[in-house]
């Protein structure tokens, strides 16, 4: 399957500062990715969709100016939390679509907030 | 919530025995797909049933599809220490999205 990395794998932060995680493609192209987040014992949730080029689009109940998307290529894609709070915490995962159903899945990033 | 409930939440079994998990949906899809999920780390696609299939056989894996009880199961043969891993079903409608269930926890013990 096509490989998918995130960085950082994890990070700790203070409340009030920001956090950039990148999402990259290694050996394909995608116009869509997806972002999600999964809270401790939890499933995925959908957080937004994005296409190269476009704004993002976001599921209800997340904030577009607090997670910042921008996908600037086929192969790259960032997640910004801003000011980010201890509600913030939580494992941020990332897949591109090959646009045959399939998604591939980054190996996550575990953000943690004091 | 569009999210699917899947059942058992938590399921601890012995080396060699059978492992079945259940996932229901709420929406028309085009397709079920499951997952795996080492603690920790990204998620592993495992298999994918379309719509119109009712069965499918990947290795140690055999999937079902109801889609009058907008329901799939996931059978896992053969148990091995190494399975242990939580399981989701994910559904995959119009769009390119996919709404995942809630998980099952496998625990297979040595």
């Known amino acids: 399957g096509a490989v998918v990395s995130q960085h950082p794998s994890w990070v700790i932060c203070k409340s009030g500062t920001s956090v950039k995680i990148e999402c990259r493609s290694l050996?394909?192209?995608?116009?869509?990715m997806f972002w999600y987040r999964q809270f401790p014992k939890q499933s995925l949730m959908l957080m937004a969709t994005?296409?190269?080029?476009?704004?993002?689009?976001?599921e209800q109940g997340v904030e577009k100016d607090k997670f910042l998307i921008n996908h600037a290529s086929l192969t790259l894609s960032t997640l910004t939390v801003t000011s980010a709070h201890p509600e913030d915490s939580s494992f941020y995962i990332c897949s591109w679509t090959s646009g045959r159903c399939r998604q591939f899945f980054g190996p996550g990033t575990r953000l943690t907030v004091l | 919530s569009q999210q699917g409930e899947e059942d058992p939440q938590a399921l601890s079994i012995q080396e060699g025995e059978n492992a079945t998990m259940n996932c229901s949906y709420k929406?028309?899809?085009?397709?079920l797909q499951w997952y795996r999920q080492n603690s920790g780390r990204g998620l592993v696609h495992l298999i994918l049933i379309r719509s119109n299939e009712r069965e499918k056989h990947s290795g140690r894996l055999r999937v079902t599809l109801d889609t009058s009880k907008k329901s799939s199961s996931l059978l896992i043969t053969a148990s091995r220490a190494a399975d242990t891993a939580s399981y989701f079903c994910?559904?995959?409608?119009?769009?390119?999205?996919?709404?995942f269930g809630k998980g099952t926890k496998l625990t297979v013990n040595p």
């Open positions: 929406t028309s899809i085009n397709n």
């Open positions: 050996d394909f192209q995608a116009t869509t």
């Open positions: 994910a559904a995959q409608g119009g769009s390119e999205k996919l709404v």
């Open positions: 994005s296409n190269e080029g476009s704004k993002a689009t976001y």
